[in-house]
């Protein structure tokens, strides 16, 4: 009896890949026996006990599959090895024909430009601990990536971007949730038409809230390039930054820039003025949670998105929208409660940077707010204050999509919220597009509705942003209609949104007072 | 990339490598339901076993000699030990180390048999806390040696299932299967279907969570107190 143990670095298969490796293998004549696992320690220990080579064994690491082989006879051996090389490439019997095969879509990067080897840009959702490992597969393919996995190390994220900074190639993440590249969206983005204006975002939600806030002033977007968000980070220092704007400054479409990111490093953000500031055309920055600087040196520090949108939409030539349209709600009075008692706001929000956005107005018009340092659960005590929630943050997103996508958890918190009698504004946002839920404001409405009738007749104001393009598969008219309907106020952003929340919390408490 | 490519570059259709997405995951109900030895032994008689779980649980499955039968053994023996340890009430990190770092990472799959046994124990072990089946330090020290088990030892899909399991987030299949397991109030109709959706997450992975929650529950019901 003859045995083999073949070792593939860095080919990390499901359980089902294996198996099916195994039984393929295993079918080959003259083999006895076919084993594939992952090349973890016991796995390695277990089968030097069960006779394989201890030697080739100890090559494997737990991110490579082992495959142990028993035969008949050397040759029988080898034809396993061949078999074996179809099965990986996905060519091997079972994978080449029928329907099953056709729908699998390719399992590597290798066999996806194989597939496809005119694409120049590979988009890589794997789970995190892969991640860098495909990436590098592609910028080795000379590819640019879009790497919307997230659970990617700070150490991986620099290497990946210092290598594709020296291939001139763009690494758009870990953790890239948005980007509009030639009018075709990756990950969650809006459909808005093409246009001159070029957007570079560490901020999935707020290249959102600005393509958007664009698309109701009628002008488009060039490309929008995300970045990840800790690209202006010191660490990472604006590589992918910096290259996304080179690009932009060379792309004869582009006739002026924006720029949003969370909380730069303020090293980096020394830095990339000076890039900003040599860009050779119209560039606004929008910073969020910082306060508005204006025009320093040609670069426009807004204060706002909204501000920051309506700078580039005024270099492209729209006029300035009236200040009547700007807001889509209609609603300034929170209900009358002849009863006393504390009165809070809560904001719920789905897009980090909208909430970073929304504490900053709301900061502005003098209501100030918490991030609470624990998780909010239904079954918990809300803790005290005015609180700003981002339930799109990792903690409240083990195990289950993006809030944008499932809207349980944070269903879940409007209600707790509503059974709170001291909250008496719900500061929420609705994110629609490409990738998010597909009709996301029934659902809401239908837990406001709960939240109110569990109130015992005390008001609660619910003020909603929506973030949608005229062109958005969910209908950006129907879902504002749908709020409406159900009794929120709804806005056309999320500053516009915290700017009537703010306004209605002194209100409720006058009638509070009375 | 030169400036003339970037129309080039931008143009192109992004090219989708296959997403694998991790299990969705919950923290279990924290009013699962009552429980009670009764309705566990209801529950083992009635409830769905695929093969895979029948063979970990007994010891016995694979070819003579083949790794797959050690495989079955070794899991046997080690979760055997561990559910031992656990209904005698032992509180000691150290008393559940060795069995636990001999299931990490063993056996088929991207999250290895032996991971996957280990968080359908972690998943039950909490579920009979409730019912004061398991003693409440016992579990936790369970769950302290889950979250330690050295990372470079599985996989890291499953090093990260073991990390969700020690601060009491478990795969959603099997959280629904083990909230229902032993309540005698719950639909037997409703836990057979449930049973049948976990066995079906993976190739084994599903079997194998099943396998490592229903080990403990024979424990109980044997009355098996100790080593």
């Known amino acids: 009896m003859s045995t083999l143990v073949l070792v593939r670095s860095g080919c990390y298969q499901d359980s089902a890949r294996l198996m099916q490796v195994s039984r393929e293998l295993a079918a080959v004549a003259g083999v006895s026996e076919a084993v594939a ?19 080739e064994l100890a090559k494997a690491t737990p991110l490579d599959m082992v495959v142990a082989l028993r035969a008949e006879s050397p040759a029988a051996l080898d034809s396993v090895q061949v078999a074996l090389d179809r099965l990986l490439a996905g060519r091997g019997e079972g994978a080449s024909s029928g329907p099953a095969a056709a729908a699998k879509g390719p399992g590597t990067v290798t066999e996806a430009l194989e597939a496809h080897p005119e ?28 790497l919307f996995s997230d659970n990617v190390s700070s150490a991986d994220e620099v290497a990946l971007k210092r290598r594709a900074a020296g291939l001139g190639l763009l690494v758009m993440g870990p953790d890239c949730g948005t980007a509009i590249l030639s009018g075709v969206g990756l990950g969650f983005a809006n459909r808005v038409e093409r246009g001159p204006v070029g957007i570079v975002g560490a901020s999935g939600t707020g290249i959102q809230e600005l393509s958007c806030l664009l698309d109701r002033r009628g002008i488009g977007v060039s490309h929008a390039i995300g970045t990840g968000s800790r690209d202006l980070s010191e660490a990472v220092d604006g590589a992918m930054t910096e290259a996304g704007l080179a690009l932009l400054a060379r792309d004869p479409e582009t006739t002026c820039v924006l720029l949003v990111a969370k909380h730069p490093a303020a090293s ?28 320093v040196e040609g670069v426009f520090y807004a204060g706002s998105l909204d501000e920051a949108a309506e700078k580039a939409a005024a270099w492209a030539g729209a006029q300035a929208l009236p200040a009547a349209t700007t807001t889509a709600g209609t609603g300034r009075r929170a209900e009358g409660d002849p009863e006393q008692g504390e009165s809070r706001l809560v904001g719920l929000f789905g897009g980090g940077s909208l909430a970073a956005e929304a504490r900053c107005v709301l900061a502005a018009h003098g209501v100030e707010t918490v991030v609470p340092d624990v998780m909010l659960t239904a079954h918990s005590p809300l803790p005290p204050g005015n609180l700003v929630v981002d339930t799109g943050d990792d903690a409240y997103t083990v195990g289950r999509p993006h809030p944008m996508v499932d809207q349980t958890v944070r269903c879940s918190l409007i209600r707790a919220a509503g059974a709170d009698l001291s909250v008496r504004v719900l500061l929420l946002d609705l994110v629609l597009g490409d990738g998010a839920h597909p009709d996301p404001a029934p659902e809401i409405v239908q837990n406001v509705v709960a939240a109110r009738a569990a109130r015992a007749g005390r008001p609660l104001s619910v003020v909603v942003s929506v973030c949608g393009s005229r062109r958005d598969p969910q209908g950006t008219r129907r879902q504002e209609e749908v709020l409406r309907q159900g009794g929120l106020h709804v806005a056309s952003s999320a500053a516009l949104a915290a700017g009537e929340a703010a306004a209605l919390l002194p209100l409720v408490r006058e009638e509070v007072a009375r | 990339m030169r400036a003339s490519e970037i129309t080039t570059f931008l143009d192109a259709a992004a090219l989708q490598v296959r997403a694998r997405t991790p299990l969705p995951c919950r923290e279990l109900d924290p009013q699962p339901g009552p429980v009670s030895r009764a309705s566990l032994v209801l529950d083992l008689a009635c409830i769905f076993l695929p093969a895979r779980s029948r063979a970990l649980l007994s010891g016995q499955g694979g070819e003579p000699g083949s790794v797959e039968e050690a495989v079955v053994k070794w899991a046997n023996a080690r979760v055997d030990a561990l559910v031992g340890t656990l209904l005698s009430g032992d509180v000691r990190v150290a008393s559940y180390r060795s069995d636990a770092a001999a299931l990490t990472g063993l056996g088929p799959g991207l999250t290895p048999t032996g991971d996957d046994l280990l968080v359908g124990l972690a998943a039950m072990s909490q579920r009979l ?36 399991a020690a601060r009491g987030v478990f795969p959603s299949a099997l959280a629904s299967v083990v909230e229902m397991i032993g309540n005698p109030n719950a639909d037997p109709e409703s836990l057979q279907t449930l049973t049948v959706g976990l066995a079906s997450v993976g190739a084994h992975s599903g079997a194998d969570l099943l396998a490592g929650a229903l080990a403990l529950v024979n424990g109980v019901v044997d009355g098996k107190k100790s080593r």
Do not use: C, W
């Open chain 1, 37 to 55: 696992m992952m090349g973890t320690e016991t796995n390695r220990r277990l089968l030097a006990e069960s006779g394989f080579p201890a030697a």
């Open chain 1, 119 to 146: 694409a120049n840009l590979v988009s890589v959702a794997v789970p995190g601990p892969y991640a860098a490992f495909v990436a590098q597969r592609a910028l080795d393919a000379g590819r640019s990536v879009f």
């Open chain 1, 268 to 295: 980096v953000a020394r830095r990339l003025h000076g890039v900003l500031a040599r860009l050779g055309k119209p560039v606004a920055v929008r910073y969020l949670g910082e306060i508005a600087r204006g025009d």
């Open chain 2, 129 to 164: 806390v409730g019912g004061g089946l398991v003693e409440a330090r016992a579990a936790v020290a369970f769950s302290t040696v889950l979250a330690g088990l050295p990372a470079g030892e599985t996989t890291p899909a499953a090093q990260r299932l073991l990390q969700n």
